[in-house]
Structures are given as C-alpha cells and as structure tokens.
C-alpha cells in the first residue's frame, strides 16, 4: 500500500514517513464507529490514510483550514488560480505580500503556492499574523496537479473542518469516537518553541492541557492516540496509558529521516490490531 498516495503538502512534523507503523497501530476506518477526530491535522497525512467514514478535522491555522475549505469547495477552481501564479522570486514576494485573494479558492491557490514555492515547506507567521518565510523555489510547485487536489476533494468531502484550539475539539467527543492527536513538538525539548506552525508557541503549559482533555476523553469512554517527544516529563503526563517507540522518523533538519525518532505512540487503548 502507498501510504504517501495524498501528500499534497510539505508540512512541518508531517507523519508521511512513520505511516506504515503508526496506521498499524490505530483503528481501521471500519473499527470507528462513530466520528475520527484530529484536532491538529497539518497535512492530514494519517486522516488520508485511515479515510474514515466520518471525521472531524481541526487546526489552529487558519490559513491551513481556508486551503481545506476552498478544495472541499471546488478544487478544479482551486488549481486553476494556483496555476496562475508566476514562476519567479518576485511573484513569490507579490502574492505573499501584496496579492488580496478575493473567495475561498483564491485563498486556497495562495496558501498552497506559499506552501510549495516557499523556503522547506515552513509555516511561520511574524507578531501581526503575516505569513512571513522567505522564497524556496519553484522545483516543488509542479509535483503536484489537479488531480491530486481531485483525490484531497474526494477525500475530504464529509468532513467537518474547523479552526480551533484543540482542547474544544477533544471536549466535543462522545463514546465511538476516536481521536489522533498530534501536537507540535520535538524531541527531547521540553519547552516547545514551534512558531513555524502559527504565530502562538505551543508549550509545556499546553501539553498539560492536552494531557487533561485526553483524560477527560479516557473517562468519557473515547479512544485516543497520540504521538509525542520522548522527553520524560512528557511522558510522565501520560503514566498508566500504553506507550510505544516510533522507529522511524523524521530527523532535526527539514527533510531528513532517521532510525530511532525520539518520538513515542502514546494510546489509551491495548495494541488494537486494526481495531479498538
Ligand atoms: C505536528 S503538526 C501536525 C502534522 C500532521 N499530523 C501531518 O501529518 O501533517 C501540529 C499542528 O498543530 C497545530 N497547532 C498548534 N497549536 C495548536 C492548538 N493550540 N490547537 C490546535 N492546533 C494547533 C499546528 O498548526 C500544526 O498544524
């Protein structure tokens, strides 16, 4: 099976190259259910591989979940505007900071050219909320076509896309419902600095949220899973919970892949075999 069949963007902290182990240990599309839910979906690469029958998708991007919204829409409108775009640094510059896209496929053809022209794929906002990474080149624009934004269309057709905070999103799960989270984080680095995501740092603070909503979860009868840093303060939130070492993924440096990923699959269920 090619677990990368939909990546159609470069996403920070993307789960594309640890697939294979981890939808082996989460629940089949037909073992949920009521909805999957995950409330920091990035590139989504896990909800395309699972494709659940329902499903709830959140972020706190904003600029994340417009590009959602405009293929959800109409994705061949959504490529028509991404291929309009010129191919030079000055373009790039134009649309990042001048360019006022009007409607929602306007949006979405804008964020998805910053995604792909812009320096390793990074999100990163400055304090007033503009997206602000340099130019990166044109070589990853024309990997993907329209029928890719077809297949995310497709994909993505019933689901529910919300911009939200995490924690409302776990809270508003019910018994049946299965949730995967996966929080910005790296190895080993307690205090998380990940402002390449949005403009608003995720920290220790917030992964104790995370650890008491997805208890909360636990005692509403919902299954969950989740992948994390190793670090063992991290892993002392989740005690009591079945944790596995992830053994592939990605490295420090954009791009780069790695034999052991310091990153755990924390779940509150037992190895599910393809169900919960
Ligand atoms: C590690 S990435 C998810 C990557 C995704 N699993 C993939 O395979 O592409 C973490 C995501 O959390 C989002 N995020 C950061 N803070 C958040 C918050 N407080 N609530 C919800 N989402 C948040 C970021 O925008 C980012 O998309």
Same mark, same amino acid.
């Given at each position: 099976?090619?677990?990368?069949?939909?990546?159609?963007?470069?996403?920070?902290?993307?789960?594309?190259?640890?697939?294979?182990?981890?939808?082996?240990?989460?629940?089949?599309?037909?073992?949920?259910?009521?909805?999957?839910?995950?409330?920091?979906?990035?590139?989504?690469?896990?909800?395309?591989?699972?494709?659940?029958?329902?499903?709830?998708?959140?972020?706190?991007?904003?600029?994340?979940?417009?590009?959602?919204?405009?293929?959800?829409?109409?994705?061949?409108?959504?490529?028509?505007?991404?291929?309009?775009?010129?191919?030079?640094?000055?373009?790039?510059?134009?649309?990042?900071?001048?360019?006022?896209?009007?409607?929602?496929?306007?949006? /979405?053809? %804008?964020?998805?050219? $910053?995604?792909?022209?812009? #320096?390793?794929?990074?999100?990163?906002?400055?304090?007033? &909320? =503009? @997206?602000?990474?340099?130019?990166?080149?044109?070589?990853?624009?024309?990997?993907?076509?329209?029928?890719?934004?077809?297949?995310?269309?497709? /994909?993505? %057709?019933?689901?529910? $896309?919300?911009?939200?905070? #995490?924690?409302?999103?776990?809270?508003?799960?019910?018994? &049946? =419902? @299965?949730?995967?989270?996966?929080?910005?984080?790296?190895?080993?680095?307690?205090?998380?600095?990940?402002?390449?995501?949005?403009?608003?740092?995720?920290?220790?603070?917030?992964?104790?949220?995370?650890?008491?909503?997805?208890?909360?979860?636990?005692?509403?009868?919902?299954?969950?899973?989740?992948?994390?840093?190793?670090?063992?303060?991290?892993?002392?939130?989740?005690?009591?919970?079945?944790?596995?070492k992830i053994p592939r993924g990605t490295g420090r440096k954009p791009g780069s892949t790695v034999n052991d990923s310091g990153e755990v699959l924390i779940t509150n269920y037992v190895k599910p075999e393809r169900g919960i």
């Open positions: 099976m090619n677990y990368e069949s939909i990546s159609f963007l470069r996403y920070p902290g993307g789960k594309g190259r640890m697939l294979e182990f981890l939808v082996k240990h989460l629940p089949s599309s037909t073992a949920i259910t009521g909805k999957y839910v995950e409330p920091f979906v990035g590139g989504g690469s896990v909800y395309f591989s699972i494709q659940p029958k329902k499903a709830v998708l959140s972020d706190a991007n904003q600029d994340l979940i417009d590009l959602y919204l405009g293929i959800q829409k109409d994705a061949r409108n959504v490529w028509k505007n991404f291929v309009r775009f010129g191919r030079t640094k000055t373009e790039y510059f134009r649309v990042r900071d001048v360019y006022s896209p009007r409607g929602l496929t306007q949006k /979405a053809a %804008r964020v998805l050219f $910053l995604n792909r022209t812009c #320096f390793k794929g990074m999100w990163r906002h400055n304090s007033n &909320g =503009d @997206f602000n990474v340099g130019y990166g080149g044109q070589d990853r624009r024309w990997v993907i076509n329209q029928e890719n934004l077809l297949q995310v269309k497709n /994909a993505i %057709r019933q689901v529910k $896309l919300l911009c939200s905070d #995490f924690e409302e999103v776990i809270d508003n799960t019910n018994e &049946g =419902d @299965f949730i995967f989270s996966d929080p910005p984080y790296r190895p080993n680095e307690k205090e998380q600095l990940h402002s390449h995501y949005v403009g608003k740092k995720f920290m220790f603070d917030d992964h104790i949220r995370l650890s008491k909503a997805l208890k909360r979860a636990t005692k509403r009868k919902v299954k969950w899973a989740l992948t994390i840093s190793a670090h063992p303060e991290i892993l002392a939130l989740y005690k009591g919970n079945c944790i596995l």
